[in-house]
């Protein structure tokens, strides 16, 4: 090989290589999954598989822990554990083990409070929101504005499925929920989340393969309280005194049934969740409301009358 044509391979190499690190962005996130009283998943997305990092710390200048990815991956879920209840904690992401790190007087969370404390709580609740409409943009700006003139963080956020609309894909995802909400407040508020219909309509009720399943990380071994569902279809958690838990009203289990039967696994779990609970506030969501007369009436639809005679009294 002549010294000519190894230099010019050399350099493409090279050029690759640094092409590559420089390439690298992130696309989606960072935004917060499974917050507890000492724990909490970070996710973001890369458009390049990468080692990505998490360093944080108790404040903007000391950020002296860190976790990082065990393999090169686009879809980085980093959790960080042995943290203290009911702290603010600042943190960063680097997309390299030793690269730059992108942070912000906005990259916090803070954990949850201790189970069973007294403290005021506040919850925002939607759903239905993603519709990438101007009524979707006029809650949000109106919510965050609320925040600014109290003074007052959101303790949890819960989002009641149909998050993205027609039906749920990844990209819907990205231009109806993550472009609308991503530099609001999706880097320091938990996002707790159950699946509607329109997410299940890129699929099909009996698979969990759905772009919902792949975007949330959601509790299955009692991370957060409760009892161990197994599943991400379920799951509860405790922050103060409140124990919620967040059930799936569309999905199929085993082939035949829906929450509203309340014969299959999700609702037997839910009786042993509900007879473990010891907490005097509990709040239970789902999609399908069993009390409704706006665009649905559940005095004339059969899965909402089921829900409400069915599952209501349990």
């Not at 005021?120 to 409409?133: E, F, L, N, P, Y």
Request: glycine residues 8%; proline residues 4%; hydrophobic residues 35%.
């Amino acid at each position: 090989m002549s010294t000519l044509r190894y230099s010019f391979l050399l350099f493409c190499l090279v050029l690759i290589i640094v092409s590559t690190l420089f390439a690298q962005k992130i696309t989606r996130g960072p935004y917060l999954q499974t917050g507890t009283t000492t724990g909490i998943v970070v996710r973001w997305r890369t458009d390049a598989a990468t080692i990505g990092k998490v360093i944080y710390g108790s404040a903007p200048n000391q950020k002296n822990r860190s976790v990082a990815d065990e393999v090169a991956t686009t879809e980085h879920e980093l959790k960080i554990t042995g943290l203290e209840p009911n702290t603010v904690y600042y943190y960063g992401i680097s997309l390299a083990p030793e690269g730059a790190v992108i942070e912000g007087n906005d990259y916090y969370f803070k954990t949850a409070a201790p189970v069973g404390s007294k403290q005021k709580i506040r919850i925002w609740a939607m759903s239905d929101v993603g519709d990438g409409s101007p009524n979707q943009r006029a809650v949000r700006d109106a919510y965050m504005q609320s925040i600014k003139n109290d003074n007052r963080q959101t303790d949890v956020v819960l989002f009641l499925g149909d998050n993205a609309y027609a039906i749920g894909t990844d990209e819907e995802y990205q231009n109806n929920f993550f472009n609308i909400y991503q530099d609001y407040f999706l880097k320091n508020n938990t996002l707790w989340s159950v699946p509607g219909n329109h997410e299940y309509y890129s699929g099909s009720r009996t698979s969990r393969d759905i772009s919902y399943f792949k975007i949330f990380s959601l509790p299955q071994k009692a991370e957060g309280g409760g009892v161990p569902s197994g599943s991400e279809m379920y799951y509860s958690f405790d922050y103060g005194n409140v124990h919620f838990i967040g059930l799936d009203s569309d999905g199929i289990e085993d082939n035949q049934y829906r929450l509203y039967d309340t014969l299959g696994p999700q609702v037997k779990w839910l009786k042993r969740d509900l007879a473990a609970n010891r907490q005097p506030w509990t709040i239970v969501y789902f999609h399908h409301p069993p009390y409704t007369r706006n665009s649905h009436d559940s005095d004339s639809e059969e899965e909402l009358k089921l829900i409400r005679q069915n599952l209501t009294p349990i």
